[in-house]
């Protein structure tokens, strides 16, 4: 009977151990819960094409927009446990979403396992192009004399907060309008529908190229290289607006720890090109190769940073 037993525990060792061996047995799906064109979508599809390139792998791009994230994250969750199907998101799902939502159908900390931080970007105040607000100063004018007049779209935690965050440090009232995805957010401010965007300069780069919107300022104290000319927060007069959103990779919880090991490893060795790193620095992204436990560690800090940010903000969790 010992002998059987063993023999059982030595034949699943092996099954398992094959198991491994033979991963990845089939393309990867990356899964990103926001729509095509947008900064996040931009992020997954560089990191398909450099695990493409490592010549390992195929990588197809799945877009699963909706729900600030939820429909996307979900479509990861409900997938085979098997390393095969990775959440590439921006910092909105594993660190807003914990601080600012209620009733989810999922946790995001919990449910998910960090595989690497790719990127990080600045937010961007973008108004219509047909505004005849022209500067940050004279948006804030223009709010303060009609509180609530002005909206902005938002498609996501970070877009939200973003907007709810620049109107508290500016001592003004704006009206949020949601939207499933940033690509219609941006249509309705492209034809002057909503007034205002909060996003990075990269989803938004397609209307400013066209002078269908207008960068007004970015948050935080640095400016972006892609937009040489735009002020900061800092040098309209709003120091304490830093929007800095970050765009990591994930898989479900539930994944085998050996299987995610590799997992990590065809994302670090993609991540970790030249060609990678040169594809970011063009757009204007900042590259933060942080991966394993390194990036979990990463992720409680921004939670905690954000939680003392909300906290002060007096924004509690909807």
Request: with cysteine; net charge positive; aromatic share 6%.
């Amino acid at each position: 009977m010992i002998k059987t037993i063993s023999r059982i525990a030595a034949a699943c060792t092996l099954l398992a151990a094959a198991s491994v061996q033979a991963f990845p047995d089939k393309p990867l799906t990356l899964i990103v819960p926001f729509g095509a064109g947008t900064s996040v979508d931009a992020n997954g599809r560089d990191l398909g094409q450099a695990l493409n390139a490592l010549g390992k792998v195929t990588a197809v791009v799945d877009n699963r927009a909706g729900a600030e994230g939820t429909i996307g994250a979900m479509a990861v969750l409900n997938a085979p446990a098997d390393g095969h199907t990775l959440m590439v998101t921006s910092s909105s799902i594993p660190v807003l979403d914990p601080l600012t939502r209620k009733g989810m159908q999922f946790d995001p900390i919990k449910d998910f396992t960090p595989i690497c931080a790719m990127s990080r970007t600045s937010n961007v105040i973008n108004i219509t192009g047909s505004s005849p607000i022209k500067n940050a100063a004279e948006l804030i004018a223009a709010a303060k004399a009609d509180p609530g007049k002005l909206t902005f779209a938002y498609s996501s935690a970070t877009t939200r907060l973003a907007g709810e965050l620049f109107a508290q440090a500016s001592g003004i009232k704006l009206t949020a309008v949601p939207y499933k995805a940033s690509a219609a957010g941006l249509t309705d401010v492209a034809s002057g529908v909503v007034d205002l965007f909060f996003i990075d300069h990269v989803s938004v780069a397609p209307l400013l190229q066209s002078n269908k919107a207008r960068a007004l300022a970015v948050a935080g104290d640095k400016r972006v290289g892609a937009l040489p000319n735009v002020p900061t927060a800092k040098e309209i007069g709003v120091p304490g607006y830093n929007i800095q959103p970050w765009f990591g990779v994930y898989v479900s919880s539930k994944t085998p720890p050996a299987i995610v090991a590799q997992v990590r490893d065809l994302v670090m060795q993609a991540l970790n090109t030249p060609a990678s790193k040169a594809t970011l620095e063009r757009r204007g992204q900042d590259p933060i190769l942080v991966c394993g436990d390194a990036m979990a560690k990463f992720q409680n800090d921004e939670i905690e940073l954000w939680r003392g940010v909300l906290k002060k903000a007096g924004i509690e969790p909807q």
